[in-house]
């Protein structure tokens, strides 16, 4: 069997001295150990939850079992426990700010806008001007306006979500945004 995880571990502290494989591997008892130091078995007694990171923070708890370990009777088990702790409303409301931002490169990628909005520029003024606009630069404005459209509906989006966080609800951060 090879070492498992563990802790050194100074008992009238509770101070953690290290962490790694236990110093032997067949796990034996530690001999010339300082009666202050004790060596503790890692164990992770119950899994990590599922969560959605956005809405909830994991918490891990450590702490030294109480009772010796079930497998090593010489060793006490380090347990490492989770839990999900839930976010504050604004914590909540940047991740869904991320997430407009995050949409907003689908929809509208960062040298694409550039280029685009170059030529709509160009577009406009000449539209002011009251010239008539090609085929490609009409196709360029059609283009930009569908595109506004969809940054709009994700804006709209983006809002609903905060609202609704604000409420105490968890919606899907993941649905209802305007792609490609």
Request: glycine share 4%.
């Given at each position: 069997?090879?070492?498992?995880?563990?802790?050194?571990?100074?008992?009238?502290?509770?101070?953690?001295?290290?962490?790694?494989?236990?110093?032997?591997?067949?796990?034996?008892?530690?001999?010339?150990?300082?009666?202050?130091?004790?060596?503790?078995?890692?164990?992770?007694?119950?899994?990590?939850?599922?969560?959605?990171?956005?809405?909830?923070?994991?918490?891990?708890?450590e702490q030294?079992g109480a009772?010796?370990?079930?497998?090593?009777?010489?060793?006490?088990?380090?347990?490492?426990?989770?839990?999900?702790?839930?976010?504050?409303?604004?914590?909540?409301?940047?991740?869904?700010?991320?997430?407009?931002?995050?949409?907003?490169?689908?929809?509208?990628?960062?040298?694409?806008?550039?280029?685009?909005?170059?030529?709509?520029?160009?577009?406009?003024?000449?539209?002011?001007?009251?010239?008539?606009?090609?085929?490609?630069?009409?196709?360029?404005?059609?283009?930009?306006?569908?595109?506004?459209?969809?940054?709009?509906?994700?804006?709209?989006?983006?809002k609903e979500?905060?609202?609704?966080?604000?409420?105490?609800?968890?919606?899907?951060?993941?649905?209802?945004?305007?792609?490609?």
């Open positions: 069997m090879p070492a498992l995880p563990s802790v050194l571990l100074r008992i009238s502290t509770g101070e953690i001295l290290s962490r790694g494989l236990y110093p032997r591997e067949d796990m034996g008892p530690v001999l010339g150990l300082e009666p202050d130091l004790e060596y503790c078995v890692i164990r992770t007694p119950f899994p990590q939850p599922e969560y959605d990171s956005r809405y909830y923070a994991l918490v891990t708890t030294r009772v010796p370990d079930a497998e090593f009777a010489h060793l006490h088990p380090w347990n490492i426990t989770f839990a999900t702790q839930k976010r504050t409303t604004p914590e909540i409301i940047t991740h869904v700010e991320n997430k407009e931002r995050t949409q907003l490169d689908v929809v509208f990628r960062v040298v694409e806008q550039l280029k685009l909005l170059t030529l709509g520029e160009a577009i406009l003024f000449r539209r002011v001007a009251g010239l008539t606009l090609t085929q490609k630069e009409q196709a360029i404005a059609d283009k930009l306006t569908a595109t506004a459209v969809k940054v709009w509906q994700n804006h709209d989006r983006a979500i905060e609202i609704q966080v604000t409420a105490g609800q968890e919606p899907d951060l993941e649905a209802g945004w305007a792609s490609e």
